[in-house]
Protein backbone atom coordinates (compact mmCIF):
# COMPACT_ATOMS: atom_id res chain seq x y z
CA UNK A 1 0.00 0.00 0.00
CA UNK A 2 1.62 3.39 -0.61
CA UNK A 3 1.56 6.00 1.57
CA UNK A 4 -0.97 8.06 0.06
CA UNK A 5 -2.93 5.47 0.81
CA UNK A 6 -2.39 4.80 4.18
CA UNK A 7 -2.70 8.60 5.34
CA UNK A 8 -5.87 8.71 3.64
CA UNK A 9 -6.81 5.68 5.60
CA UNK A 10 -5.78 7.20 8.69
CA UNK A 11 -7.40 9.86 8.02
CA UNK A 12 -10.67 8.20 6.73
CA UNK A 13 -10.68 6.06 10.21
CA UNK A 14 -9.98 9.49 12.61
CA UNK A 15 -13.00 10.93 10.72
CA UNK A 16 -14.83 7.90 11.53
CA UNK A 17 -13.84 7.99 15.04
CA UNK A 18 -15.32 11.64 15.39
CA UNK A 19 -18.43 10.81 13.54
CA UNK A 20 -19.52 7.88 15.90
CA UNK A 21 -20.45 9.56 19.05
CA UNK A 22 -20.01 6.65 21.62
CA UNK A 23 -17.38 8.45 23.89
CA UNK A 24 -17.50 9.13 27.65
CA UNK A 25 -15.65 11.27 29.89
CA UNK A 26 -15.85 9.47 33.46
CA UNK A 27 -14.54 10.72 37.15
CA UNK A 28 -13.18 8.39 39.79
CA UNK A 29 -13.35 10.92 43.28
CA UNK A 30 -11.38 9.51 46.30
CA UNK A 31 -14.28 9.43 49.14
CA UNK A 32 -11.09 9.72 51.90
CA UNK A 33 -8.95 12.57 50.67
CA UNK A 34 -10.86 13.84 47.62
CA UNK A 35 -8.57 13.46 45.03
CA UNK A 36 -9.96 12.72 41.46
CA UNK A 37 -9.20 11.28 37.84
CA UNK A 38 -10.63 11.78 34.98
CA UNK A 39 -10.66 9.95 31.58
CA UNK A 40 -12.13 8.94 28.37
CA UNK A 41 -13.53 5.76 26.85
CA UNK A 42 -15.24 4.18 24.01
CA UNK A 43 -16.01 0.97 25.87
CA UNK A 44 -19.06 -0.24 29.00
CA UNK A 45 -17.18 1.49 31.87
CA UNK A 46 -17.45 -1.22 33.54
CA UNK A 47 -14.81 -3.37 30.94
CA UNK A 48 -12.64 0.11 30.96
CA UNK A 49 -12.57 0.36 34.50
CA UNK A 50 -12.71 -3.38 35.47
CA UNK A 51 -12.83 -2.96 39.14
CA UNK A 52 -9.80 -1.22 39.61
CA UNK A 53 -7.62 -3.57 37.50
CA UNK A 54 -8.25 -1.79 34.63
CA UNK A 55 -5.85 0.51 35.65
CA UNK A 56 -3.15 -2.09 36.28
CA UNK A 57 0.81 -1.15 36.11
CA UNK A 58 3.55 -3.69 37.06
CA UNK A 59 5.89 -1.07 37.67
CA UNK A 60 3.69 0.27 40.73
CA UNK A 61 4.09 3.72 39.29
CA UNK A 62 1.27 5.29 38.15
CA UNK A 63 -0.56 7.41 40.90
CA UNK A 64 -4.26 6.38 40.21
CA UNK A 65 -2.84 2.49 40.50
CA UNK A 66 -1.32 3.37 43.62
CA UNK A 67 -4.07 5.26 44.69
CA UNK A 68 -6.79 2.08 44.54
CA UNK A 69 -4.20 0.02 45.62
CA UNK A 70 -4.02 1.87 48.73
CA UNK A 71 -7.86 3.03 49.37
CA UNK A 72 -8.99 0.29 47.95
CA UNK A 73 -12.32 0.66 44.46
CA UNK A 74 -14.89 0.56 46.68
CA UNK A 75 -13.36 4.08 48.48
CA UNK A 76 -13.77 5.76 45.07
CA UNK A 77 -17.11 7.12 43.68
CA UNK A 78 -17.31 6.42 40.19
CA UNK A 79 -19.00 8.47 37.88
CA UNK A 80 -19.97 9.34 34.07
CA UNK A 81 -19.91 13.45 34.01
CA UNK A 82 -20.32 13.17 30.30
CA UNK A 83 -21.76 10.89 27.49
CA UNK A 84 -22.53 10.33 23.52
CA UNK A 85 -19.33 12.49 22.70
CA UNK A 86 -17.37 11.82 19.50
CA UNK A 87 -13.59 11.24 20.02
CA UNK A 88 -12.20 15.28 19.63
CA UNK A 89 -15.31 16.12 21.75
CA UNK A 90 -14.19 13.73 24.49
CA UNK A 91 -10.55 15.16 24.27
CA UNK A 92 -11.70 18.50 24.83
CA UNK A 93 -14.17 18.31 27.52
CA UNK A 94 -11.04 15.85 29.45
CA UNK A 95 -9.05 18.58 29.27
CA UNK A 96 -11.71 20.63 30.82
CA UNK A 97 -12.62 18.58 33.43
CA UNK A 98 -9.03 18.33 34.58
CA UNK A 99 -8.39 21.85 34.09
CA UNK A 100 -11.74 22.21 36.27
CA UNK A 101 -10.90 20.28 38.99
CA UNK A 102 -7.23 20.77 38.84
CA UNK A 103 -6.78 16.97 38.97
CA UNK A 104 -3.52 16.88 37.17
CA UNK A 105 -1.91 18.47 40.18
CA UNK A 106 -0.84 15.91 42.92
CA UNK A 107 -2.54 17.87 45.75
CA UNK A 108 -5.67 17.42 44.03
CA UNK A 109 -5.76 14.43 41.42
CA UNK A 110 -4.18 11.42 39.84
CA UNK A 111 -4.01 12.26 36.25
CA UNK A 112 -0.55 12.94 34.82
CA UNK A 113 -1.20 15.13 32.14
CA UNK A 114 -3.96 17.64 30.81
CA UNK A 115 -5.80 15.96 29.20
CA UNK A 116 -6.90 15.14 25.42
CA UNK A 117 -3.10 13.21 24.61
CA UNK A 118 -4.88 10.34 22.74
CA UNK A 119 -1.29 8.89 22.52
CA UNK A 120 -2.65 5.50 20.84
CA UNK A 121 0.27 5.31 18.35
CA UNK A 122 2.02 8.11 19.15
CA UNK A 123 4.92 9.14 20.51
CA UNK A 124 5.73 11.47 23.57
CA UNK A 125 8.19 14.32 23.70
CA UNK A 126 11.36 14.30 25.65
CA UNK A 127 9.49 17.55 27.43
CA UNK A 128 6.88 15.19 28.23
CA UNK A 129 8.51 12.53 29.73
CA UNK A 130 10.15 14.57 32.34
CA UNK A 131 6.98 16.31 32.81
CA UNK A 132 5.49 13.25 33.78
CA UNK A 133 8.76 11.78 35.78
CA UNK A 134 9.51 15.14 37.65
CA UNK A 135 5.44 14.79 39.02
CA UNK A 136 5.81 10.89 39.48
CA UNK A 137 8.98 11.25 41.84
CA UNK A 138 7.60 14.21 43.30
CA UNK A 139 4.47 11.99 44.59
CA UNK A 140 7.03 8.84 45.82
CA UNK A 141 9.50 11.78 48.00
CA UNK A 142 6.18 12.63 49.79
CA UNK A 143 4.34 9.45 49.97
CA UNK A 144 6.37 6.89 51.81
CA UNK A 145 5.08 3.34 53.19
CA UNK A 146 3.79 2.93 56.58
CA UNK A 147 7.05 2.09 58.02
CA UNK A 148 9.22 4.37 56.30
CA UNK A 149 12.34 5.66 58.71
CA UNK A 150 10.80 4.16 61.81
CA UNK A 151 11.38 1.58 64.62
CA UNK A 152 9.52 -1.76 64.60
CA UNK A 153 8.46 -2.52 67.84
CA UNK A 154 9.25 -5.69 68.94
CA UNK A 155 5.94 -6.33 70.20
CA UNK A 156 4.70 -5.83 66.39
CA UNK A 157 7.21 -8.42 64.98
CA UNK A 158 6.38 -10.84 67.81
CA UNK A 159 2.94 -10.38 66.59
CA UNK A 160 3.80 -10.83 63.02
CA UNK A 161 5.75 -14.31 63.57
CA UNK A 162 2.28 -15.65 65.55
CA UNK A 163 0.32 -14.82 62.58
CA UNK A 164 2.58 -16.66 60.47
CA UNK A 165 3.02 -19.23 62.93
CA UNK A 166 -1.35 -20.03 63.01
CA UNK A 167 -0.96 -19.25 58.91
CA UNK A 168 -2.44 -22.91 57.77
CA UNK A 169 -0.41 -22.44 54.44
CA UNK A 170 2.99 -21.15 56.55
CA UNK A 171 5.53 -23.89 56.86
CA UNK A 172 8.48 -24.66 59.69
CA UNK A 173 11.91 -24.42 58.21
CA UNK A 174 12.04 -28.16 59.70
CA UNK A 175 9.09 -28.94 57.48
CA UNK A 176 10.59 -27.45 54.10
CA UNK A 177 13.61 -29.33 54.68
CA UNK A 178 11.48 -32.72 55.34
CA UNK A 179 9.63 -31.89 52.17
CA UNK A 180 12.73 -31.08 50.30
CA UNK A 181 14.03 -34.72 50.68
CA UNK A 182 10.74 -35.96 49.73
CA UNK A 183 11.05 -34.53 46.64
CA UNK A 184 14.37 -35.16 45.60
CA UNK A 185 15.37 -38.44 42.88
CA UNK A 186 13.31 -41.52 43.43
CA UNK A 187 11.54 -40.07 46.68
CA UNK A 188 9.43 -37.75 44.57
CA UNK A 189 5.76 -39.38 44.23
CA UNK A 190 5.47 -37.29 41.07
CA UNK A 191 8.86 -38.71 39.94
CA UNK A 192 8.05 -41.03 36.49
CA UNK A 193 11.14 -43.33 35.36
CA UNK A 194 12.05 -42.59 31.96
CA UNK A 195 13.99 -45.11 29.87
CA UNK A 196 16.17 -44.52 26.75
CA UNK A 197 15.05 -46.37 23.89
CA UNK A 198 18.78 -45.92 22.52
CA UNK A 199 20.45 -47.90 25.10
CA UNK A 200 17.45 -49.84 26.99
CA UNK A 201 18.70 -48.36 30.37
CA UNK A 202 15.94 -47.35 33.00
CA UNK A 203 16.22 -44.17 35.27
CA UNK A 204 14.36 -43.11 38.22
CA UNK A 205 13.02 -39.62 36.49
CA UNK A 206 14.32 -37.56 34.15
CA UNK A 207 16.79 -35.60 36.13
CA UNK A 208 19.03 -38.96 36.67
CA UNK A 209 19.16 -39.77 33.53
CA UNK A 210 20.14 -36.16 32.22
CA UNK A 211 22.90 -36.59 34.65
CA UNK A 212 24.16 -39.75 33.25
CA UNK A 213 24.52 -38.20 29.39
CA UNK A 214 25.98 -35.14 28.72
CA UNK A 215 23.81 -33.22 26.67
CA UNK A 216 20.77 -34.82 27.62
CA UNK A 217 18.46 -32.15 28.80
CA UNK A 218 15.96 -32.83 31.58
CA UNK A 219 12.91 -31.15 30.29
CA UNK A 220 13.71 -32.16 26.32
CA UNK A 221 13.49 -36.02 27.89
CA UNK A 222 10.38 -35.33 29.13
CA UNK A 223 9.22 -33.66 25.75
CA UNK A 224 10.40 -36.59 23.77
CA UNK A 225 8.54 -38.91 26.34
CA UNK A 226 5.48 -37.28 25.81
CA UNK A 227 6.11 -36.88 21.99
CA UNK A 228 6.51 -33.37 21.57
CA UNK A 229 10.73 -34.03 20.57
CA UNK A 230 12.46 -36.94 18.85
CA UNK A 231 15.38 -37.22 20.77
CA UNK A 232 17.85 -35.05 24.02
CA UNK A 233 21.57 -36.24 23.94
CA UNK A 234 23.89 -38.26 22.23
CA UNK A 235 25.58 -41.41 22.96
CA UNK A 236 29.25 -40.40 23.90
CA UNK A 237 30.81 -43.62 22.49
CA UNK A 238 28.73 -44.28 19.11
CA UNK A 239 27.49 -40.53 19.08
CA UNK A 240 23.70 -42.04 18.90
CA UNK A 241 20.82 -39.88 19.46
CA UNK A 242 18.90 -41.01 22.77
CA UNK A 243 15.61 -41.29 22.23
CA UNK A 244 13.03 -41.42 25.67
CA UNK A 245 10.00 -42.82 27.06
CA UNK A 246 8.09 -43.30 30.15
CA UNK A 247 8.60 -46.67 31.75
CA UNK A 248 4.76 -47.95 32.32
CA UNK A 249 3.47 -47.17 35.37
CA UNK A 250 2.59 -50.62 36.39
CA UNK A 251 5.79 -52.11 36.44
CA UNK A 252 7.07 -51.75 39.79
CA UNK A 253 9.19 -49.17 41.15
CA UNK A 254 11.47 -51.77 42.58
CA UNK A 255 12.40 -53.24 39.31
CA UNK A 256 14.20 -50.09 37.99
CA UNK A 257 17.60 -49.62 37.78
CA UNK A 258 19.63 -46.83 37.67
CA UNK A 259 23.03 -47.00 35.17
CA UNK A 260 25.74 -43.78 35.70
CA UNK A 261 28.15 -43.90 32.73
CA UNK A 262 31.51 -43.21 33.96
Excluded at 31 to 49: F, M, S
Excluded at 247 to 258: L, M, Q, S
Aim: hydrophobic fraction near 25%.
Amino acid sequence: MEVGAIMNTLRNNEQNENETKNYKVYMHTNLINGKKYIGITKQKPERRWKNGWGYYDKSGRVYFWKAIQKYGWNNFKHEIIEDRLSFEQAKEKERYYISYYNSSDNLDGYNLTLGGDGFLGKKRSQETKDKISEKVNLYFKNNHGYWYGKHIPSEAIKKQKETKRLNPYHHTEEWKKNHSQQLKGANNVKSRPVRCITTNEIFANAKEASESYKGADCSRIHKCCKGYGKSSGKHPITGEKLRWEYVDKENPRTEITVNILD
